[in-house]
């Protein structure tokens, strides 16, 4: 059976977070990397780029479709698009209009010579137990790649995975006349496991080079060419060089993996059009910067508390990155100082902004807020924009990174309930015994739950999170909505029956547009379901907005 092969994404930048000079062991790198926001045919992606010459840029883009063809763990590769307006800070030639480079998704993994700097060379067992150890040297004999050290080898716990294959091919400097398929190159990963591997376990890795070469003859190397984008950047000469090189290397593997472990041995491309174009980074220019609060002063430490976006259009927009439930979750009851004290300069900012006054003279409204370097951005909207800021700046800007949102029926432990049950009686306390009331019915085994329950109104409250477990949360509001239903029929008066849902605001920086349109597919769900039920959806913000939303009906005549 074939291997699959994916086409490799193209990609343009959105914004640049950073120039990294060094890598995370302070060591100079080869070639100069940025890390990158990506519009990438797919969507979007945060990812490393280097600029490299055509004949590494090609060692890149192949190693890459090869590697995750044959199961390897590597990164998503993209080929991006650099122009001087995108990437300032490149070196460009006179009257050089864009370049071509490669793109690694960010894996948010360190080294692993970081991991072994940081740690002890005991580590280093731990990559000797990886069940990938074996298919990565093979697969590095196979592309004949001559730089897999330590720090080409990212790790998390356990985890490994490759990158960097810039200088595969034979090395960082080959040439089409020098691709010998047979040639004999260095393998770091060979030669590191050759000083663990006992006799018995060498003659194991020869036979699993074996079957590793069987693997290599399913993928479709009369692909590789268009999945690869090669007639973008690659001279036909280095595509046929390149396409021989790899098939009758094939048929070296078993051999010359078998020598580095001490043991014995057990023009015909189509020419090819493509139609597909650089995905658009979005005509919308702006800046942006992270809003900083020093939660203890003095301290050093600084939190990411909002996003501010300076559109080339005028438009000012300024957003928050932590949310109410989160700020709870972390810090508990010390948690409503801290969103008064965010509440407070975010407002402040705005109003110095909506007023035209000057960044640079921002008056902070107290010691320890300060604002961070601005930085040019595209997008679809300034939207786009604050999102893509959250995605460099803020560690807690969507709610699957971090803080785990679950949808339980039971409302003991959720904290949306308890809000709005505090909110409604700050302002009127005589409703607070409404809340959390239980129905017996003669036909169910256990009591009904209901939020709210007065002779005016019955009321559940639910929420509808963006994000991977939005249809937990929209059976469990279904639950809720079917439990108002067994109340109502239970108990015929004429109150209102009303089921709240909770739900992130339009704007909200910290989803994304597709989650956004998900989120109202599921709204629109809920509300029909409401419509055939005769029950009412109801949208709320806030805890403020559903406690209003419940004195309001209690106040009708």
């Known amino acids: 059976m074939t291997t699959t ?20 062991c302070n060591r100079p790198l080869a070639s100069p990397v940025w890390k990158v ?31 995750r063809a044959v199961g390897l763990d590597l990164p998503r590769g993209f080929l991006v698009e650099a122009t001087p307006d995108t990437l300032p800070d490149a070196d460009w030639q006179p009257g050089e209009a864009a370049r071509l480079g490669f793109g690694s998704e960010d894996a948010e993994f360190q080294s692993f010579a970081f991991a072994i700097h940081h740690g002890s060379a005991a580590i280093e067992r731990e990559l000797m137990q990886w069940q990938g150890l074996a298919p990565l040297a093979f697969f590095d004999e196979w592309v004949a790649n001559t730089d897999r050290h ?88 280095q595509t046929l060089a390149v396409l021989d090189f790899l098939r009758r290397r094939i048929f ?30 979005g005509a919308y220019r702006a800046q942006w910067a992270p809003v900083y609060l020093e939660p203890i002063i003095g301290s050093g430490e600084r939190l990411t508390v909002g996003i501010l976006v300076l559109g080339a259009d005028g438009q ?33 900012l705005r109003e110095h902004l909506s007023d035209g006054g000057d960044l640079d003279r921002w008056p902070a409204p107290f010691a320890g807020v300060c604002i961070g370097p601005l930085k040019p951005a595209r997008g ?38 308890k809000q709005v049950h ?57 639950v809720k909505a079917l439990n108002l239903v067994i109340v109502r029929d239970l108990e015929p008066c004429q109150r209102q029956f009303e089921l709240l849902i909770f739900r992130p605001r339009e704007d909200d920086p910290s989803y994304t547009a597709r989650q956004m349109k998900n989120l109202r597919g599921a709204l629109l769900e809920l509300k029909e379901a409401g419509n055939h039920h005769e029950l009412r959806v109801v949208e709320v913000l806030d805890a403020a907005q559903a406690a209003d ?9």
């Open 5 to 24: 092969l994916e086409a490799i994404e193209l990609a343009s930048i959105k914004a640049v977070s950073t120039r990294i000079w060094l890598d995370d």
């Open 37 to 67: 926001a990506l519009a990438t045919e797919s969507g979007r992606a945060n990812a490393f780029l280097k600029l490299l010459p055509a004949h590494q840029l090609i060692s890149e883009a192949v190693c890459t479709l090869l590697g």
């Open 150 to 237: 330590f720090r080409n080898l990212l790790y998390r716990g356990g985890e490994f995975i490759p990158i960097d294959h810039s200088h595969a091919l034979t090395g960082h400097d080959w040439t089409p006349e020098r691709l010998t398929p047979s040639a004999t190159v260095v393998n770091q990963m060979l030669t590191f496991a050759t000083r663990y591997l006992s006799e018995h376990q060498r003659f194991q890795w020869r036979r699993s080079a074996a079957d590793c070469t069987a693997g290599y003859h399913r993928v479709p190397l009369d692909e590789l060419a268009e999945y690869a984008e090669l007639e973008r950047y690659a001279t036909p000469k």
């Open 252 to 281: 070296h593997v078993p051999k010359l993996a078998a020598g580095k472990l001490g043991l014995p041995e057990l023009d015909f491309w189509p020419h090819m059009k493509t139609h597909r174009a650089f995905p658009s980074p």
């Open 316 to 348: 000012r927009q300024v957003a928050p990155v932590l949310r109410e439930d989160q700020v709870s979750t972390l810090w508990g009851e010390q948690g409503r100082g801290l969103l008064r004290s965010i509440d407070l300069c975010l407002n402040v």
């Open 380 to 417: 679809d909207d300034a939207i786009d924009v604050l999102r893509t800021g959250m995605s460099f700046s803020a560690c807690f800007s969507t709610l699957e990174q971090g803080i785990e949102e679950t949808a339980e029926d039971d409302d003991t432990e959720d904290p949306w309930p």
């Open 422 to 478: 505090a909110a409604v009686q700050a302002r009127v306390p005589s409703l607070s015994g409404n809340f959390n009331k239980q129905i017996k019915t003669a036909t169910a085994a256990r009591p009904t739950p209901v939020g709210y329950l007065s002779t005016r109104l019955a009321a559940n409250l639910g929420k509808l999170i963006p994000g991977p477990r939005l249809g937990e949360f929209v059976k469990t509001a279904k």
């Open 549 to 557: 939303r419940i004195i309001r009906a209690e106040a009708a005549a």
